[in-house]
């Protein structure tokens, strides 16, 4: 994996003790699932590093690590379809982190909605659900 240095600045860290808690993966990272903070809508997962929770938490805005690009994005940037930070939480693991979000327009890079409406699986002994 590539650094993930940013340009030098004064912004704090994350706080030492969410650090402390955090459990990353191997590549530094931990899974982040955005939730439509209203309904209940779980929207998309994306990946964030210590900087990218740092910034969600700091601007209101959700921050990802891409792992295909190798670098920070904010939803919403290019696509206009923001997400708007309304909470923070971590899993009782403290290896997942769930950011209740306002979305703005769709969360999927493909347009939907969700990540999720596209293939739906069926499962069940009847599996017409």
């Known amino acids: 994996m590539s650094s993930r240095a940013s340009t030098p600045d004064t912004t704090p860290a994350l706080d030492p003790a969410i650090a402390a808690r955090l459990k990353r993966g191997a590549d530094g990272l931990v899974p982040a699932i955005a939730q439509q903070y209203d309904t209940g809508e779980v929207l998309m997962l994306g990946w964030m590093d210590d900087e990218a929770l740092r910034r969600t938490l700091t601007t209101g805005r959700c921050t990802y690590w891409s792992r295909s690009r190798q670098e920070y994005w904010v939803k919403g940037d290019t696509s206009g379809h923001v997400q708007h930070v309304k909470s923070v939480a971590l899993d009782c ?3 997942t982190v769930l950011v209740r979000v306002d979305q ?15 293939d739906v699986l069926a499962t069940g002994p009847g599996r017409d659900q």
Do not use: K, N, P, Q
Not at 104 to 118: E, K, S
């Open 93 to 95: 693991d403290a290896d």
């Open 104 to 118: 703005v327009g769709a969360a999927c890079h493909t347009g939907d909605r969700t990540c999720f409406d596209a």
